[in-house]
Protein backbone atom coordinates (compact mmCIF):
# COMPACT_ATOMS: atom_id res chain seq x y z
CA UNK A 1 0.00 0.00 0.00
CA UNK A 2 1.50 3.34 -0.97
CA UNK A 3 -0.33 6.00 1.47
CA UNK A 4 0.75 4.31 4.41
CA UNK A 5 3.63 1.50 5.76
CA UNK A 6 5.10 0.72 8.47
CA UNK A 7 9.19 1.55 9.31
CA UNK A 8 11.25 1.72 12.28
CA UNK A 9 13.91 3.89 14.09
CA UNK A 10 17.49 2.62 13.66
CA UNK A 11 20.21 3.54 16.63
CA UNK A 12 21.20 6.55 14.97
CA UNK A 13 17.37 8.06 14.53
CA UNK A 14 16.85 7.40 11.06
CA UNK A 15 14.07 6.25 9.39
CA UNK A 16 13.54 4.66 5.83
CA UNK A 17 11.16 5.48 3.60
CA UNK A 18 9.67 2.68 1.72
CA UNK A 19 10.62 3.08 -1.85
CA UNK A 20 7.14 3.00 -3.04
CA UNK A 21 6.40 6.37 -1.42
CA UNK A 22 10.03 7.93 -2.38
CA UNK A 23 8.65 6.88 -5.86
CA UNK A 24 4.86 8.43 -5.10
CA UNK A 25 7.18 11.59 -3.96
CA UNK A 26 9.34 11.61 -6.54
CA UNK A 27 12.32 11.37 -3.96
CA UNK A 28 15.71 10.62 -5.11
CA UNK A 29 19.00 9.44 -2.71
CA UNK A 30 20.52 12.66 -1.50
CA UNK A 31 17.19 14.99 -1.91
CA UNK A 32 16.56 17.19 1.02
CA UNK A 33 13.02 16.79 2.78
CA UNK A 34 10.98 18.91 5.17
CA UNK A 35 9.98 17.56 8.63
CA UNK A 36 7.00 18.90 10.19
CA UNK A 37 5.84 17.90 13.59
CA UNK A 38 2.34 18.54 14.46
CA UNK A 39 2.18 18.52 18.57
CA UNK A 40 -1.07 18.16 18.75
CA UNK A 41 -1.64 15.12 16.75
CA UNK A 42 2.09 13.70 17.76
CA UNK A 43 2.82 13.10 13.60
CA UNK A 44 5.61 14.15 11.60
CA UNK A 45 5.11 15.42 8.11
CA UNK A 46 7.62 14.78 5.36
CA UNK A 47 7.60 17.02 1.83
CA UNK A 48 10.24 17.13 -0.46
CA UNK A 49 12.18 20.53 -0.72
CA UNK A 50 13.29 19.43 -4.33
CA UNK A 51 15.64 22.61 -3.39
CA UNK A 52 19.50 22.12 -3.23
CA UNK A 53 20.51 24.30 -0.99
CA UNK A 54 17.71 26.87 1.14
CA UNK A 55 18.68 29.64 3.05
CA UNK A 56 17.35 30.16 6.26
CA UNK A 57 16.30 33.28 7.82
CA UNK A 58 14.99 34.43 11.50
CA UNK A 59 13.48 37.60 11.57
CA UNK A 60 12.44 39.42 14.21
CA UNK A 61 8.81 41.01 13.92
CA UNK A 62 6.48 43.51 16.23
CA UNK A 63 3.71 40.73 17.49
CA UNK A 64 1.01 42.54 15.61
CA UNK A 65 -1.67 41.84 13.14
CA UNK A 66 -0.28 42.56 10.02
CA UNK A 67 3.62 42.17 10.68
CA UNK A 68 4.22 38.82 9.09
CA UNK A 69 2.34 39.62 5.93
CA UNK A 70 3.95 42.68 5.20
CA UNK A 71 7.35 40.61 5.39
CA UNK A 72 5.94 38.41 3.55
CA UNK A 73 5.20 41.03 0.97
CA UNK A 74 8.64 42.02 0.89
CA UNK A 75 10.50 39.00 0.58
CA UNK A 76 7.66 38.53 -2.35
CA UNK A 77 8.27 41.43 -3.76
CA UNK A 78 12.12 40.73 -4.15
CA UNK A 79 11.38 37.23 -5.61
CA UNK A 80 12.36 34.93 -2.45
CA UNK A 81 10.41 32.30 -2.99
CA UNK A 82 9.16 30.67 0.88
CA UNK A 83 9.82 27.00 1.09
CA UNK A 84 8.90 26.42 4.22
CA UNK A 85 8.05 28.95 7.89
CA UNK A 86 7.24 29.26 11.23
CA UNK A 87 6.51 31.95 13.81
CA UNK A 88 5.77 31.93 17.31
CA UNK A 89 5.60 35.14 19.80
CA UNK A 90 8.85 35.52 21.71
CA UNK A 91 7.40 37.93 23.66
CA UNK A 92 3.51 38.00 23.55
CA UNK A 93 2.19 40.57 22.26
CA UNK A 94 5.08 42.84 21.65
CA UNK A 95 7.63 40.22 19.28
CA UNK A 96 7.69 37.61 17.59
CA UNK A 97 10.51 35.30 15.15
CA UNK A 98 9.50 33.95 12.56
CA UNK A 99 11.59 31.35 10.73
CA UNK A 100 11.78 31.06 6.58
CA UNK A 101 13.45 28.53 4.47
CA UNK A 102 14.17 30.33 1.13
CA UNK A 103 15.16 30.07 -2.21
CA UNK A 104 16.51 34.05 -1.99
CA UNK A 105 16.89 33.80 -5.97
CA UNK A 106 18.72 36.78 -7.16
CA UNK A 107 18.08 38.94 -3.87
CA UNK A 108 21.55 38.91 -1.30
CA UNK A 109 21.18 38.84 1.91
CA UNK A 110 22.26 42.20 2.20
CA UNK A 111 19.17 43.12 -0.22
CA UNK A 112 17.16 40.91 2.24
CA UNK A 113 18.31 42.88 5.15
CA UNK A 114 17.48 46.59 3.86
CA UNK A 115 13.97 45.74 2.91
CA UNK A 116 12.88 43.94 5.72
CA UNK A 117 14.13 47.00 7.26
CA UNK A 118 11.59 48.97 5.84
CA UNK A 119 9.30 47.21 7.08
CA UNK A 120 10.03 47.04 10.60
CA UNK A 121 11.32 43.78 10.72
CA UNK A 122 14.79 42.93 11.76
CA UNK A 123 16.67 39.96 10.24
CA UNK A 124 18.59 38.06 13.16
CA UNK A 125 20.10 35.79 11.40
CA UNK A 126 20.63 34.23 7.73
CA UNK A 127 22.33 30.46 7.33
CA UNK A 128 22.52 28.42 4.22
CA UNK A 129 21.25 25.00 5.00
Given at each position: MVGENISSVD???????????????????????????????KTIH???SHEKKLLR????????PGSLASA???LAEMGVDLVN????SS??????????????G??????????LGKVWAKLLSAEWE
Open positions: TKGRVLIPQGLRDALSLKAGERVILELDTATLSPLQIMLDDKATSTHSHDRGEKAVWTVDCNPKATVQDIKAN
